[in-house]
């Protein structure tokens, strides 16, 4: 999925996967410390506008300029701001040591590039930091309520995650099937696995 995917589905004027946040990230948000928040594959920004309402200074992370352009108008509407940047994850930096908190709610991504990003990801986060993240599971190729099933290789499940992430202390790590009324991309019940572990 490349950024001209990205941009041609996020042209709608609709949000694609709505405006409010993740119901995983709503519930963990308190988790995170006071600091900044990195947010990847935020799209259309959703959010990353509700983190930056509760005081946080976000980036928002995506291959598309035309998602994270509307990321910039819903955060406009909702009186914050963001700090938007353009990459490919392939080849952005997560600083070490910089992010009170870092997000990754359904990116999908090839395993070699999600080993790669989730390691920068453990090793990006200050100590008692916390990273939240929400993902299919292979068991979502049942459900087709969302997600690339059609390239099931993207999709991860607990145990690749406990060795992807290790090092961090982990205060959830679970796969459950759960209703996911996201926008018009995800609705239906759907396979998850859901994490907020946190650097020691």
């Known amino acids: 999925m490349n950024p001209q995917f990205w941009d041609n589905r996020y042209a709608a004027t609709d949000f694609v996967f709505g405006t409010a946040p993740n119901e995983f990230l709503r519930a963990c948000a308190d988790a995170i410390p006071a600091g900044?928040?990195?947010?990847?594959?935020?799209?259309?920004?959703?959010n990353a506008v509700f983190l930056?309402?509760?005081g946080h200074a976000?980036?928002?992370?995506?291959?598309?300029?035309?998602?994270?352009?509307?990321?910039?108008?819903l955060a406009a509407v909702q009186g914050v701001t963001l700090t938007t940047t353009v990459a490919d994850l392939q080849d952005y930096t997560i600083t070490p040591g910089d992010w009170a908190g870092i997000v990754?709610?359904?990116?999908?991504?090839?395993p070699p590039l999600r080993?790669?990003?989730?390691?920068?990801?453990?090793?990006?986060l200050q100590p008692g930091g916390v990273l939240i993240l929400e993902a299919y599971t292979p068991a979502q190729v049942q459900h087709r309520t969302g997600g690339p099933v059609?390239?099931?290789?993207?999709?991860?499940?607990?145990?690749?995650?406990?060795?992807d992430l290790a090092?961090?202390?982990f205060?959830?790590?679970?796969e459950l099937e759960r209703d996911v009324i996201e926008g018009s991309a995800h609705t239906g019940n759907a396979a998850v696995v859901q994490v907020l572990a946190h650097r020691r």
């Open 58 to 73: 976000v980036t928002a992370v995506d291959q598309s300029a035309v998602g994270l352009a509307k990321a910039r108008e």
């Open 171 to 174: 205060e959830i790590a679970r």
């Open 115 to 124: 080993r790669q990003v989730c390691a920068a990801a453990a090793a990006g």
């Open 104 to 110: 990754s709610i359904f990116l999908h991504l090839p």
């Open 167 to 169: 090092g961090l202390g």
């Open 36 to 46: 900044p928040v990195l947010c990847l594959g935020e799209g259309e920004g959703r």
């Open 150 to 163: 059609t390239t099931p290789e993207l999709l991860v499940s607990l145990a690749q995650l406990r060795v």
């Open 52 to 54: 930056a309402g509760r």
